[in-house]
Nanobody, 124 residues
Framework: QVQLVESGGGLVQAGGSLRLSCAASGRTFSSYAMAWFRQAPGKEREFVAAINWSGGSTYYADSVKGRFTISRDNALSTMYLQMKNLKPEDTAVYYC?????????????????WGQGTQVTVSS
């Protein structure tokens, strides 16, 4: 069992930056592959980025590639999402998720543990 808590969301103008954090507690953080998802009103939850247990492998959705960076600090049991050059279409609730296993996955159904989400709003 692992508990996840996101923070760092807020309101930012287009072109601005934010850094989200996901603090984990419970079982060994380094045993989980992690990911960020987001969900805008009226839309399905979509994959944003994933990272393997060591941080040595990452994968991004095309819509955020080159603008967002996922990372993790296993000593602090925390994952991050650095977001730059934000666009209004990035507005959503952002969730962190964890799954056991080696491979990176983009389907939310393959993640076992979820945080409560943090709102990111990008104004034009």
């Amino acid at each position: 069992q692992v508990q996840l808590v996101e923070s760092g969301g807020g309101l930012v103008q287009a072109g601005g930056s934010l850094r989200l954090s996901c603090a984990a507690s419970g079982r060994t953080f380094s045993s989980y592959a992690m990911a960020w998802f987001r969900q805008a009103p009226g839309k399905e939850r979509e994959f944003v980025a994933a990272i393997n247990w060591s941080g040595g492998s990452t994968y991004y959705a095309d819509s955020v590639k080159g603008r967002f960076t996922i990372s993790r600090d296993n000593a602090l049991s925390t994952m991050y999402l650095q977001m730059k050059n934000l666009k209004p279409e990035d507005t959503a609730v952002y969730y962190c998720a964890a799954r056991s296993g080696t491979y990176l996955r983009t389907n939310p159904s393959e993640y076992t543990y979820w945080g409560q989400g943090t709102q990111v709003t990008v104004s034009s």
